[in-house]
T-cell receptor, first 117, second 114 residues
Framework: EAQVTQNPRYLITVTGKKLTVTCSQN?????MSWYRQDPGLGLRQIYY???????DKGDVPEGYKVSRKEKRNFPLILESPSPNQTSLYFC????????????????FGSGTQLSVL | AQSVTQLDSQVPVFEEAPVELRCNYS??????LFWYVQYPNQGLQLLLK??????LVKGINGFEAEFNKSQTSFHLRKPSVHISDTAEYFC????????????FGKGTRLSVIA
């Protein structure tokens, strides 16, 4: 079954304690992305990757890191989490056609609810 | 750069009534338009898309949307809603070419009342 798998589903942590949210896809997609969803703000892109070893900042990258060492995995790293990073996080992946992401093939994970105390 | 405005943050509607969720976009060039649905405790899934061709687009679960270039709108409609349609709906826009992002609206929460 085609899917984007995020772990953990729920995470409660304290300010300053480094954490990693994992994301894995089994569709051989070149493109992967992280979004955060906050009430009244919709989805905002944190980082994205057009292919292995290629990552770029989205709209709200501050306080986050990513890596893309393999095609299937795209972990999100919070080196020193703060309460304003409390949010619902989504990983997504898609195919590419040339340089364009085929948005109509975009798959989302089920989300990670992060609370930073 | 393109942008999307969803005019209503919340829409309550009675079961079996019709519903319209409004979406306006801003772009000086041709666009691709999408509607996504997010059911409680789930990720987003594609409801329907407009890439080109017919301006009336049909999606899953009886939803449809009409692309109106002169009004720069892409409103989502359903003639008769069910309790199971209760969800958050996101409109999104992208450009057909180049490395351009998918820009989401802020979402509309549809609540269907029995």
């Amino acid at each position: 079954e085609a899917q984007v798998t995020q772990n953990p589903r729920y995470l409660i942590t304290v300010t300053g304690k480094k954490l990693t949210v994992t994301c894995s896809q089994n569709m051989n997609h070149e493109y992967m992305s992280w979004y955060r969803q906050d009430p009244g703000l919709g989805l905002r892109q944190i980082y994205y990757s057009m292919n292995v070893e290629v990552t770029d900042k989205g709209d709200v990258p501050e306080g986050y890191k990513v890596s893309r060492k393999e095609k299937r995995n795209f972990p999100l790293i919070l080196e020193s989490p703060s309460p304003n990073q409390t949010s619902l996080y989504f990983c997504a992946s898609s195919l590419k056609g040339g340089q364009r992401v085929i948005w109509e093939k975009l798959f989302f994970g089920s989300g990670t609810q992060l609370s930073v105390l | 750069a393109q942008s999307v405005t969803q005019l209503d943050s919340q829409v309550p509607v009675f079961e079996e009534a019709p519903v319209e969720l409004r979406c306006n976009y801003s772009s000086s060039v041709s666009v691709y338009l999408f509607w996504y649905v997010q059911y409680p405790n789930q990720g987003l899934q594609l409801l329907l898309k407009y890439l080109s061709g017919s301006t009336l687009v049909k999606g899953i679960n009886g939803f449809e949307a009409e692309f109106n270039k002169s009004q720069t709108s892409f409103h989502l409609r359903k003639p008769s809603v069910h309790i199971s349609d209760t969800a958050e709906y996101f409109c999104a826009v992208s450009l057909p070419s180049g490395n351009t992002p998918l820009v989401f609206g802020k979402g509309t929460r549809l609540s269907v009342i029995a």
